[in-house]
């Protein structure tokens, strides 16, 4: 069966040979396992950036092709990244207060172990309690679980909800944004069990590795990401290869036909908005360990947005699309609002890209609605029908 | 001869407009059946009803040998059922080659998990090729169906209802917009399928209705006027006066 799948599908093998090529190409420049002409830092960037695909493949799976234009995905990111920082940042505080207790002259008790892990972790809200959330936080399997259990239980019952209400086109959107952003109010709450607005930390540090240098780990979860990238491609392409895909794309072309031809629209909603914010889930699980640091900011309504803007500019609709557009448009803000991208001296004023640079984004987005709807991806196609012709 | 479907004083009110007024009807299950009517007479209003689009504030509809009522049913449940519903203005999936628009319509499980891992068999796929055949499609398989014609796409759309095997066909319109080539292909399609199920036909166009050669049902206001052979309907002096003497 798999071979009659990627036969039918070349771009699939085209996009996994990219893919590992490009990964082999960045291992061989890293720091920490090659020649060194890649900087640590930009190895983390791109093992975020292969993350931010792999989101980017998930929201062209529920906008691109099933038409629901969900602007909360980020949300469900952002819980896979908390539900995996959790372990991790759980499993290190522990580490540390073990070894801090061992020299001790009487040795610690259980209970006191974990009321130090507890003020370790929550002295910052002004609790030393373990919330009833973080109750399986010692075990890396039940939080792992929870990457995709949690956004894909939030997902289905928000999905429920709102499709058996049939709430669709932008009302669904503007629902979508108020899921995101009421989750990310309630997680700056200092009691909301996660920290507030201080976020959960030190997520670089993968407790039980601490003799693998950062520059070899960085490495490390830049294949982990590349793999989960591929899979995660692979599944999309094989859901919308068969008559699956023919029936999401009925309902994004015309939803009332294809319940007149017997299928419960509302379930397929319901079945591709949660299989996507699992997939989003595991992307934040592996995004926010590279980027250290996660806190409620990055639930914000506009991420969510800027991942429809990705999807746009690369072309939704189709896979490499959306891959495209994450990895070309993250990639080059990172640039441009890193602070890297010389300013440009008009003698009356100075253009800074840190400034503009979110306001040309916005523009782009305007003009490739308006004048490209088929984005980058769309210049493959045209390509295509070009040799085509001339093979003709 | 038992009936297929059986509606029995069906109302429905829009903005206290009454579409459909105390309207009854019904349909053997292997009968050709013309429904005429002005502008404005519920003719589209009724076809929504029986398909769930949209619910009647007050009657009943019997469905099948065990007289099942289609109220409570949605518009997905009732097309499983057997209803399948062909639309004014074509409605097929453009971006979609005519082979997966027939593939999607064959009779087959509904679920989204035995969607996902559905394989067409051989006999699928011989069995769209026929269909395409019939509607006289099938050397455009491979093609998207929004580069067909006019024409073509109505074809392709009784293909996907006869691909669907209900037991009740509804036709709204089916030769607007035809040649008169097209028309007495798409009139023997639809005779043909109503040796084996019941098959509703919505026309304005008498010439086609008479062409049908069947059963004719007038409605008028939401309610049905006259019924009988198009012969017998047109000698009648309230349909002279509401419609065809207009």
Partial sequence: MNRSFFARNPSVLVFLATLGLATLVITAASEGLGLGLISTSMVKTLGKTLCLALIAVAMDLVWGYAGILSLGHF?????????????????????????????????????????????????????????????????????????????????????????????????????????????????????????????????????????????????????????????????????????????IRGIRDNESRVRFLGYSVERYKLFIFTVTAMIAGIAGALYYPQAGIINPAELAPVASIYLAVWVAIGGRGRLYGAVIGACFVSLISTWFTGGQAPDINLGFYTFAWVDWWTILLGLSFVLVTLFAPKGIGGLFDLIATRNEETQE | MSQLLEVSGVSVTFDGFRAINNLSFAIGSAELRAIIGPNGAGKTTFMDIVTGKTRPDAGRIRWGDKGISLLGLNEAQIAREGIGRKFQKPTVFEDQTVQENLLMALKAKRGAFSVLFWKPQPADLERVRALATEIGLEDALPLKSGTLSHGQKQWLEIGMLLAQEPRLLLVDEPAAGMTPAEREHTTAILVEAAKTRAVVVVEHDMEFVRRLDCRVTVLHEGAVLAEGSLDHVTANKEVIDVYLGR
């Fill in chain 1, 75 to 247: 949300a469900f990111f952002g819980l896979g990244g908390y539900m995996i920082g959790m372990w991790l940042m759980y499993e290190r505080t522990s580490q540390i207060v073990t070894q801090n207790l061992a020299n001790a002259p009487i040795p610690p008790t259980a209970e006191e172990i974990s009321d130090a892990i507890g003020s370790q972790i929550f002295g910052v809200v002004g609790s030393a309690e373990f919330p009833l959330i973080w109750s399986f936080a010692d075990s890396l399997v039940i939080q792992l679980l929870l990457v995709v259990a949690v956004p894909g239980l939030l997902a289905l019952v928000f999905g429920w909800l709102a499709f058996r209400s049939r709430v669709a086109g932008v009302y669904l959107s503007i629902l979508t944004q108020a899921m995101t952003l009421a989750l990310a109010l309630y997680l700056f709450q200092n009691d909301s069990g996660l920290r507030g607005n201080n976020g959960l930390s030190g997520l670089q540090n993968i407790p039980h590795l601490d003799q693998v240098p950062q520059s070899v780990l960085s490495v490390w979860f830049l294949w982990a990401s590349a793999l989960a990238l591929a899979l995660g491609y692979v599944f999309a392409a094989w859901i919308v290869s068969g008559k699956f895909g023919s029936v």
